[in-house]
């Protein structure tokens, strides 16, 4: 059996490392040209390529400012990519109706939320609320009762649509198995 050795470092810092070096750490510069700051913002350089610019916080907000995602492609191909792009995000809505927290605390979509303003509710409001705002905007604004005011027309539409995407969220937010 080997015998035992001793050892000096009882953890105390001034008799180990540290757990550094001496040399120099290797700073990537920013891939924009004149520019010195460290790059550490990753851009793509091209729509699914894995090469990457490289530029500091300044520069990445510039570059993507001016990012357009279907540059170069034709319309046919731009209008398949956004599909397909769009279809494979859509695979995270799926259990949207389980509705892990209630009204008026974040889970409100974009959409409802410019519906509720066309009421003028507020995002914590119930959907019996929702139907009395459209009611007395129906009555209010209802062709029959404005002919030929354009104003109220519109109005009327886009109480109706508002009222559309609340009702479906709404019928989403209690979906019940059948």
Request: proline share 7%; glycine share 6%.
């Given at each position: 059996?080997?015998?035992?050795?001793?050892?000096?470092?009882?953890?105390?810092?001034?008799?180990?490392?540290?757990?550094?070096?001496?040399?120099?750490?290797?700073?990537r510069i920013c891939?924009?040209?004149g520019c010195?700051?460290?790059?550490d913002?990753?851009?793509?350089?091209?729509?699914?390529?894995?090469?990457?610019?490289?530029?500091?916080e300044?520069?990445?907000?510039?570059?993507?400012?001016?990012?357009?995602y279907?540059?170069?492609?034709?319309?046919?191909?731009?209008?398949?990519?956004?599909?397909?792009?769009?279809?494979?995000?859509?695979?995270?809505?799926?259990?949207?109706?389980?509705?892990?927290?209630?009204?008026?605390?974040g889970s409100?979509?974009?959409?409802?939320?410019?519906a509720?303003?066309?009421?003028?509710?507020t995002?914590?409001?119930d959907?019996?609320?929702?139907?009395?705002a459209?009611?007395?905007m129906?009555?209010?604004?209802?062709?029959?009762v404005?002919?030929?005011?354009?104003?109220?027309?519109r109005?009327?539409q886009?109480a109706?649509a508002?009222f559309?995407?609340l009702k479906?969220?709404?019928e989403?937010?209690?979906?019940?198995?059948?």
């Open positions: 059996m080997p015998k035992a050795r001793r050892s000096d470092n009882w953890g105390f810092p001034r008799w180990g490392s540290y757990d550094s070096s001496r040399e120099a750490q290797q700073v891939d924009r040209h010195n700051e460290p790059g913002c990753p851009a793509p350089k091209s729509p699914n390529s894995p090469e990457r610019w490289y530029f500091c300044k520069h990445a907000a510039e570059y993507n400012r001016g990012w357009d279907f540059e170069g492609l034709d319309k046919e191909e731009r209008a398949k990519r956004e599909a397909d792009e769009t279809r494979d995000a859509n695979a995270y809505q799926e259990a949207k109706h389980y509705s892990w927290m209630g009204s008026g605390d409100r979509s974009r959409d409802e939320m410019t509720l303003e066309i009421f003028d509710l995002p914590d409001v959907f019996e609320t929702v139907k009395k459209w009611r007395a129906a009555k209010e604004y209802h062709p029959d404005n002919p030929g005011d354009e104003e109220a027309a109005k009327f886009a109706q508002a559309d995407v479906v969220a709404e989403r937010r209690v979906w019940k198995p059948s």
